[in-house]
């Protein structure tokens, strides 16, 4: 059936009804009655191309006089537990949910723009196409220690092929997911717990942060059994990280320097020269120290076939590595 026909279902007069009950029907979290209200697919209940209206943005001018936006009345899906649910082509922007449970569903080519997630769980669900942009997907909603059954999780999760440009996850953990030529472009990972997850394709300057950045909390657990072999890193940055166990991409220059903490002070006197390399390397080193934690690796990305930064920056760890094991060894 296609994307339209599955939209229409829910566009004529009878389909009007029935949306406002599928509607319902979300809110509740579900009930016995889903699979004779509205039909199954694949083992699921059929809510396949179901249309939300977007949220209402009213203009509003700030104080320099430009014209602004106030968002409201959007969808809220608060506590509650959706299980076996096909939303495949839906449109279902900018909802927000707290606390809630998603299990076996499938949102296969759904528009899930600027989505909402706090202390929310996904497992063994599908987001294949879907597109996700501008959305937080895994948040607290109260800052400070929380329950590690209250953080939020995503869990054998497919984001093939989805659109996850300028997302961010805060917290939690990501768990046996495949992000396979997915787009994450500006994509934010910072706290989160990644294991056993793989990643191909383009990832262009998206961030991985080891730590939380406003300093409280627990830190998240190292990055293990994460495949990037068959990803291309561009800008991509990696702060405050541990390594379990991590395939790097196979088709680019790459330095990974576990003792960078012990090393930078030594490879910074190095670099005091005023050449365009030299303040690139520098700068470079500079920020993978502080605030990152002490026990964290760095990673550094060479531009192209011939960078001359990323080239310096090999050579002074290495004066500096050697410098470390032999207090003799000169560094001048």
Known sequence: MSNAALRRRWSTPDGAMLAAQAAAFLSQGGDTRGAELFGTFQGRIDLRGLTFEDPFVAPRLDGRGRTTGVTDDFVELDGVHLANIDLSHSRLRS?????????NCVFDQ???TDWRMWNTHVRDSSFLGAKMR???????AEPGPVAETALPLWTG??????DLRDTSMSAGAVNSCTFERSKLDRATFENVSISDCRFTGSIKRAEFFGYPRGGSGPRCRPMTRVDFSEAHFVDVTFRGCRFVDVQFPEDQ????????????PLALPLLAGDS???RIARALIENVGPPDPSDSTAVFEAVGEDDPAFDLIAQVLERARTASRDEHYPLE
Request: hydrophobic content about 60%; some cysteine; overall charge negative.
């Open 157 to 162: 999760v497919c984001f093939d092929g989805a």
């Open 95 to 103: 909802f927000r949910f707290f606390g809630v449970a998603i299990e």
């Open 134 to 140: 501008g959305s937080a997907l895994a948040a607290l």
């Open 110 to 112: 759904a528009d899930c």
């Open 253 to 264: 220059r790459l330095l990974i320097v576990e003792d960078i903490h012990s090393l930078a």
């Open 276 to 278: 365009l390399e030299e």
